[in-house]
């Protein structure tokens, strides 16, 4: 898995991100901060090896910070998800965002997630993420409106 990038003993979300066209495009659109990103990353690999937090909260790519500063950056980055999440709930509840958008939402998901460590040609990964791109900004575009 990508979070799984580890040098000396640290995950580093820097070489994720530089070493993922996708990634590296996603973490640019998204909510989350690095900080974030990085905090989330960190508890994932690290709660599947039993590291106590001690050791997550020296994990983090700008160095040791303090076991509350990791935490905070944790809760504020499962907090954007799920907000992120919410709101498309929302979106699709109040007929702003269309069943059928959520729908290619879903596939494309599917799609990136199965190019996690994949070699993948620029040509592809470059038309994955335009349509990523056009999805995003199709989804609040109401019925006749969607060349505007």
Request: proline share 2%; hydrophobic share 45%.
């Amino acid at each position: 898995m990508l979070y799984e990038i580890v040098l000396h003993g640290q995950v580093v979300i820097e070489a994720i991100i530089d070493k993922d066209p996708v990634a590296k495009f996603l973490s640019e659109k998204s909510l989350l901060t690095q900080a974030q990103l990085d905090s989330i990353l960190i508890h994932r690999f690290a709660t599947t090896r039993g590291l106590k937090m001690k050791e997550m909260a020296s994990m983090r790519d700008v160095g040791r910070v303090s076991k509350g500063s990791f935490l905070r950056t944790l809760r504020q980055g499962e907090k954007n998800i799920a907000a992120c999440i919410h709101t498309i709930i929302l979106g699709i509840y109040l007929d702003v965002i269309q069943p059928e958008t959520a729908s290619a939402l879903v596939n494309i998901s599917e799609m990136v997630s199965r190019l996690k460590g994949v070699s993948v040609a620029d040509e592809e990964v470059s038309m994955i993420l335009k349509s990523l791109q056009e999805l995003a900004k199709s989804m609040t575009k109401p019925v006749g409106r969607e060349n505007l």
